[in-house]
């Protein structure tokens, strides 16, 4: 007897006063309901590389603006260094058409304490030479040991 009778309040309520679908669509953002619980939050984005959804707090932020997960990030970075790619032309960020330069405050922050952040630093150093000296002071060994 109690469902019927809020069955009969609710299909009262609904002949009173009806809603034109539109109507309802067009309100403003303001009076809709709160779905933050099941809307992507403010606070994470897709990554270009996986389409993962991600938080900001596991993302990295490159000097050119491109946003991709920290993990998609140290897997091209992990790839980069083993195929010895780590020139400052070389080293750049992975999104299609962008050249800039990955630094290596940023390769420090995603790899720190790994095995390859020497590889990578082995392999920086095997590409520095000296700059041009014309004064005769510095030579290259022939066979260095």
Avoid at 109 to 119: H, N, W, Y
Wanted: aromatic residues 6%.
């Amino acid at each position: 007897a109690e469902m019927e009778r809020e069955d009969e309040e609710f299909a009262k309520r609904l002949t009173e006063a009806p809603r034109h679908p539109l109507a309802e669509a067009l309100r403003p953002l303001s009076s809709l309901p709160d779905k933050a619980s099941s809307a992507p939050s403010a606070c994470s984005f897709q990554c270009p590389l996986c389409l993962s959804e991600v938080g900001r707090d596991g993302a990295i932020e490159l000097d050119c603006e491109h946003k991709m997960c920290l993990r998609c990030f140290q897997s091209y970075l992990e790839s980069k260094i083993r195929e010895a790619q780590v020139a400052h032309d070389e080293l750049v960020c992975p999104m299609p058409g962008c050249r800039v330069e990955i630094t290596v405050a940023q390769v420090e922050g995603a790899i720190a304490g790994t095995p390859l952040l020497e590889k990578f630093w082995q392999f920086r150093m095997n590409l520095w030479r000296p700059a041009n000296n014309d004064d005769g002071i510095m030579v290259a060994c022939p066979t260095p040991e």
